[in-house]
Structure formats: structure tokens, C-alpha cells
């Protein structure tokens, strides 16, 4: 079953703390991204990546860092750099860059 | 620099009532696509539709329809007969192909709750 997941679908973190947030392809796609959502509003662009190995900085990267070894996989780390991390994160992912976008499911983070 | 516009933050309907969402968009670029997703309660966002911006055919599918006017910079969507399973926000998004623009930029977003 093709697809994109996310997990944890729910993620607490204590301030000061690093998170890791997993996103994984099975569609053979090359392009994945990473977007934050704060309730009532658009989706804000964190990093995407086009190939493997290779990645570039979005709208809001600060206190964010990516990494892309694997083509199926693209995990977004929350640094405790990032001022206000509590947020909706959704992966996805496109054959090509400007080729339509597949979003997995997302992880809602909460900083206590 | 791109930006997309939903004026209408939230609409409610009647189900089987008709209902518009608009979009409009800014771009200097001569090459463009044009997106619109659905974000049901569940959080996933759904890919609707993609228009390049040569193709200015309007698009019909099932009770969905699409409006691309490049004259006025606008792509409505309008779904037709509405039921509550259409209460969802939707987000219309535009990405530049050339000068290197990499991704999509959303609107912010439409609430659309179907009333039964």
C-alpha cells in the first residue's frame, strides 16, 4: 500500500529538548518537504529536499534541521533554537519538485 | 514575490446548496501551477487538482469544478450540491516552475461547513 507516514501522530517535549519527526515514502517519489501549520492558517514551508543528499532551506528553517540519506526517508528535527515549536507538522512528498504534492497524515507537537 | 489570497475565511452552506471558494493569485512569472487540497478534520491534506497556467480550460469533476481565469489571476473552485462530507478547510497554492521556486505557497485557507 503506497503511502506517506508520519510518526508519532502526538509528540510532547519539554523545552530545552531536541525532537525527531520521521516521514517515509514508498512511492518512489525524489521530492519531499516539510510544512508547519499553526491553527487557522496556511501551511509554511521548513525544508525540501529534491534528491538525496540534498536539501534546501524553506520559508521558516530556523531551529529546524533535515537530513535526506535515503530517498523513502526525510526526518525534521525540532532544535530547542526553535522559539515556538508547538505546531501541526505535515510531510510530503512529489515525483519532481513542481509536480503535484502527497501529505501524509502529519504529527501535532507540543512543547510543555 | 508569489502570494496567494482566500478572502473568504469561512462559509457555511445548507447541504445541496451550490458554493464557490475563491482564489487569486499574484505571480510575475509566465510559468506557473496552480493547486487546490482539502484538509478534513483528520489533518491530511488531500491534493484536488493541479492547473498549469497555459491550461486555461476549466475542469469538471463530478460535482467538483474549477474556474482558471488568467485575465483576473483567479482559480474558484466550486463544488456543486454540497454534502457534509465537503466540511473541510481548503487551501488553494501556487508554485513558480522557472527562477527556481521550489515549492508550494498556501493560501490561507476556507473553512467550508456543510450544514445538514
Known amino acids: 500500500d503506497g503511502g506517506i507516514t508520519q510518526s508519532p501522530k502526538y509528540l510532547f517535549r519539554k523545552e530545552g529538548q531536541n525532537v525527531t519527526l520521521s516521514c517515509e515514502q514508498n512511492?518512489?517519489?525524489?521530492?519531499m518537504y516539510w510544512y508547519r501549520q499553526d491553527p487557522g492558517q496556511g501551511l509554511r514551508l521548513i525544508y525540501y529536499s529534491q534528491i538525496v543528499n540534498d536539501f534546501q532551506k524553506g520559508d521558516i528553517a530556523e531551529g529546524y534541521s533535515v537530513s535526506r540519506e535515503k530517498k523513502e526517508s526525510f526526518p525534521l528535527t525540532v532544535t530547542s533554537a526553535q522559539k515556538n515549536p508547538t505546531a501541526f507538522y505535515l510531510c510530503a512528498s512529489s515525483i519532481r519538485l513542481y509536480n503535484e504534492q502527497f501529505f501524509g497524515p502529519g504529527t501535532r507537537l507540543t512543547v510543555l | 514575490a508569489q502570494k496567494v489570497t482566500q478572502a473568504q475565511t469561512e462559509i457555511s452552506v445548507v447541504e445541496k446548496e451550490d458554493v464557490t471558494l475563491d482564489c487569486v493569485y499574484e505571480?510575475?512569472?509566465?510559468?506557473?501551477?496552480l493547486f487546490w487540497y482539502k484538509q478534513p478534520p483528520s489533518g491530511e491534506l488531500v491534493f484536488l487538482i493541479r492547473r498549469n497556467s497555459f491550461d486555461e480550460q476549466n475542469e469538471i469533476s463530478g460535482r467538483y469544478s474549477w474556474n482558471f481565469q488568467k485575465s483576473t489571476s483567479s482559480f474558484n473552485f466550486t463544488i456543486t450540491a454540497s454534502q457534509v462530507v465537503d466540511s473541510a478547510v481548503y487551501f488553494c497554492?501556487?508554485?513558480?516552475?522557472?527562477?527556481?521556486?521550489?515549492?508550494?505557497?498556501f493560501g490561507s485557507g476556507t473553512r467550508l461547513q456543510v450544514q445538514p
Open positions: 512511492l518512489n517519489h525524489d521530492a
Open positions: 505571480t510575475r512569472d509566465t510559468t506557473y501551477y
Open positions: 497554492a501556487l508554485s513558480e516552475a522557472s527562477r527556481g521556486r521550489r515549492a508550494l505557497t
